[in-house]
């Protein structure tokens, strides 16, 4: 049985300055006590409430300074509570930061003499961190706003974060620097630790809990406040090797288990094995589910035989051929109302999208558009072909140098984005369906290759900023990988600079607009795919079709032939593909004029789409999405990229 603790604090009242008395503190401290104590597996004994209220005021818990002093170099020794497996310090109430130190405001607090009767932060975190081989979480429910003189509203966090950080203690800000944490009169609570309870039954790795309190803190003062306020909650984790580790095993969930599971299979197909193992380890501890304990314990047991092959053989790579090129037809010139009326010809097909006058396109840009022939497959949840026709579009060559890039018309129009209701997956972070409309822009018709990365790449000024090789060498038509969000966002500005266009990522809502080309199944090809016509891990089976092949690779561009009804190809596997916007939980809040979601805060994470070569089909619906931190390079990430108008 783990050793858990927990010390949780709330205070309303403060004896010398009525004026600072909060509402609902004590509320917050006694709701998240619970939750420790009765879901998380601290036990009612082991967490220790000190809650500032007139009904408290004569318990020994008070949270006098004296009385919290007391507890933390008393009660919480090491000596006292012999070997903590993890420690929760939560506190709700006022903070303030004083001679560049951090203080939280204890009930019987002057505010003349911080440093007699406040509570210095960076005292508490030494003394937690007292508990060497604890995981040590510190959260702060209280105002980060700057006031310009010494007060109750000074902020807090810069030291706490310095202090945290050289400790190894992960901290959870109920906002951002410069922000208020809000209570709200309709909930009898915070905004925060509502939202953070809330959250907890649902995440406990850092990042997706971060990211649904940041959805939920907005929604919630949205709903019960009239003005408009900004509430970021911010986790900072210490050490970065605990990012992907739960904060409450005992509590985590089935989505928890899902991201360590696919970091895992991550970890592998990059080679980065050890870490792939302690993720494995970690689904061991925490699933219920013994499918997948014995998934993980195989998962451990191939990973140590490669180890084993790698420190005697090594590995070796082919590269291969490059393929024919795509020869397409003569195109002719052609007007811009006849381009847009060809291509709405196509949308009125489907019933999933319903056309719109597009914005105007520039005369430029039309009369250099030509006419492309591609091959579209539909097939039945059994992977057999239901029709099979050639189609037709328009594109943009663009031509750098050495190399072209075929950019495809996207026809502007409204489409329904994400999981629909009947949709029975499992998978929330694609829901609520909503209705987007995009305006018309065009789309490069496969990701960006090798020998397309290296042309733009050449174009730098010194000193370079690009790599001309981010990866081992796979091919020059293949998919460039082992790029960030940044260098992508980089290629794009210097591919804008060269040919006077604007080029960019597209936006999410862009990228499955184009995806599903008036499609309204899981996969442009149908409800299922097969790896005859996707490059994904075909060991894996979606619906009824049967098992393909896992090919373990990239596969060069368009190598596999049937595009979708647009006329772009790899849309399903080969890659993950960047987008422009921040990762977000879901899409409540999300733009539906199709620009990209971005957040005002310094958000690391950014989306990508389509899945790749080593990711299971479900992973490569149209649908589905995931994110990486946009500094984060990776075999199997790439990109392709959008003109704008």
Request: proline fraction near 4%; hydrophobic fraction near 35%; charge should be negative.
């Amino acid at each position: 049985m783990a050793n858990n603790w927990a010390i949780v604090i709330g205070i309303n009242d403060y004896i010398h300055h009525p004026e600072r008395k909060l509402k609902y503190a004590v509320n917050d401290a006694q709701r998240i006590g619970d939750f420790l104590a009765q879901q998380a597996g601290f036990g009612e004994a082991n967490v220790i409430r000190f809650l500032g209220d007139e009904t408290h005021q004569s318990s020994p818990t008070y949270p006098t300074c004296s009385n919290l002093l007391r507890a933390l170099k008393r009660d919480f020794r090491p000596e006292r509570l012999s070997e903590i497996d993890r420690l929760w310090f939560y506190f709700s109430g006022h903070g303030v930061s004083c001679n560049g130190r951090d203080y939280l405001i204890t009930s019987d607090c002057l505010e003349d003499e911080l440093e007699r009767f406040a509570l210095p932060i960076d005292e508490v975190i030494a003394t937690l961190r007292l508990h060497q081989n604890a995981d040590i979480v510190l959260v702060l429910d209280a105002c980060r706003q700057v006031m310009g003189k010494k007060s109750f509203d000074d902020s807090i966090g810069e030291q706490t974060i310095a202090s945290a950080q050289e400790r190894g203690i992960t901290t959870i800000f109920s906002c951002d620097y410069g922000q208020y944490s809000y209570e709200l009169e309709g909930l009898r609570q915070g905004a925060f630790t509502s939202a953070l309870v809330e959250g907890l039954t649902q995440y406990t790795l850092p990042n997706s809990l971060e990211s649904y309190l940041r959805q939920r803190v907005l929604a919630l003062n949205s709903q019960h406040r009239q003005d408009h306020v900004e509430q970021t909650p911010r986790i900072r984790v210490e050490p970065t090797s605990k990012a992907f580790q739960p904060l409450l095993p005992y509590a985590v969930t089935s989505a928890d288990i899902e991201v360590l599971v696919n970091r895992a299979k991550e970890g592998e197909i990059e080679e980065d094995f050890e870490a792939a193992k302690k993720l494995w380890w970690q689904v061991i501890d925490v699933s219920q589910h013994s499918t997948q304990r014995r998934e993980a314990q195989t998962a451990i047991e191939r990973i140590n035989g490669k180890i084993a092959r790698l420190g005697h053989n090594g590995t070796t790579r082919t590269t291969p051929s490059q393929p024919k090129p795509y020869q397409i037809s003569e195109a002719s010139k052609v007007s811009l109302q006849s381009n847009i009326q060809k291509n709405q010809a196509t949308l009125n097909r489907s019933t999933s999208i319903t056309p719109i006058v597009p914005g105007q396109i520039p005369e430029l840009v039309a009369s250099n558009l030509q006419e492309f022939i591609f091959d579209v497959l539909e097939i039945d949840s059994y992977g057999k072909v239901i029709s099979q026709y050639a189609d037709k579009n328009w594109c943009l060559i663009e031509k750098i140098d050495k190399v072209n890039i075929e950019m495809v018309f996207i026809p502007g129009g409204t489409f329904q984005m994400g999981l629909s209701e009947s949709e029975d997956t499992g998978y929330r972070h694609a829901s609520p369906q909503h209705t987007v409309e995009i305006k018309p822009f065009l789309m490069s018709k496969v990701p960006i290759t090798f020998a397309q990365w290296r042309e733009i790449a050449q174009l730098q000024p010194n000193p370079r900023k690009l790599k001309l090789r981010p990866s081992r060498f796979w091919g020059a038509n293949r998919p460039v990988v082992e790029t960030s969000w940044h260098d992508a966002v980089e290629f794009c500005g210097i591919l804008s600079q060269k040919t006077g266009h604007t080029y960019r990522l597209p936006t999410e809502a862009e990228w499955e607009y184009a995806c599903r080309a008036g499609t309204t199944t899981p996969f442009h090809f149908g409800q299922t795919i097969t790896s005859d016509l996707a490059n994904y891990d075909g060991t894996h089976t979606f619906c009824l079709e049967q098992k393909g092949i896992n090919r373990a690779k990239t596969l060069q561009v368009g190598e596999l032939r049937f595009a979708n009804p647009f006329g772009l190809f790899d849309m399903h596997g080969n890659v993950w593909e960047w987008c422009q916007d921040h990762w977000h939980e879901n899409y409540y809040g999300t733009p539906t004029n199709g620009e990209a979601w971005i957040d005002s805060t310094d958000n690391q994470n950014r989306i990508i789409r389509g899945g790749s070569w080593l990711n299971e089909p479900s992973n490569c619906s149209s649908s589905y999405r995931l994110w990486k931190n946009s500094n984060q390079v990776s075999r199997h990430i790439g990109f392709r990229i959008v003109q704008s108008f």
